[in-house]
């Protein structure tokens, strides 16, 4: 299974980007994707989640209400629209693949397969 992401940029508070997050090598129908990032000097944290069938998702509560996740299966593809961007938004974002469902926001550590990081900047 590989994971290409992209889509991240520069941009200012309360403006907006996109990510995209294209699988290949997926066999099964069942698990999950999510997106996780990373802030300089900080651990990882898990930002939002999706299973690749049924309608519920998941958000870490920073992000609630600014961030929608989606996923496109006859593509592949997971994105993460992200509004009403803030500085602290800023990191490193990485889209990641599990095998099993997940019922509630996973830890990062529970992914196995993972992308290469894209980086969003956002600045005040």
């Known amino acids: 299974v590989q994971l290409q992401a992209s889509g991240g940029g520069s941009v200012q508070a309360g403006g907006s980007l996109r990510l995209s997050c294209e699988v290949s090598g997926r066999t099964s129908s069942n698990g999950a994707m999510g997106w996780i990032r990373q802030a300089p000097g900080k651990e990882r944290e898990s930002v939002a989640a999706?299973?690749?069938?049924?309608?519920?998702?998941f958000y870490a509560d920073s992000v609630k209400g600014r961030f929608t996740i989606s996923r496109d299966n006859s593509r592949n593809t997971v994105y993460l629209q992200m509004n009403s961007l803030k500085p602290e938004d800023t990191g490193v974002y990485y889209c990641?693949?599990?095998?099993?469902?997940?019922?509630?926001?996973?830890?990062?550590?529970?992914?196995?397969?993972w992308g290469q990081g894209t980086q969003v900047t956002v600045s005040s």
């Open positions: 999706i299973n690749w069938s049924g309608g519920r998702l």
């Open positions: 990641a693949a599990r095998i099993n469902r997940v019922v509630v926001l996973p830890a990062p550590d529970s992914y196995t397969y």
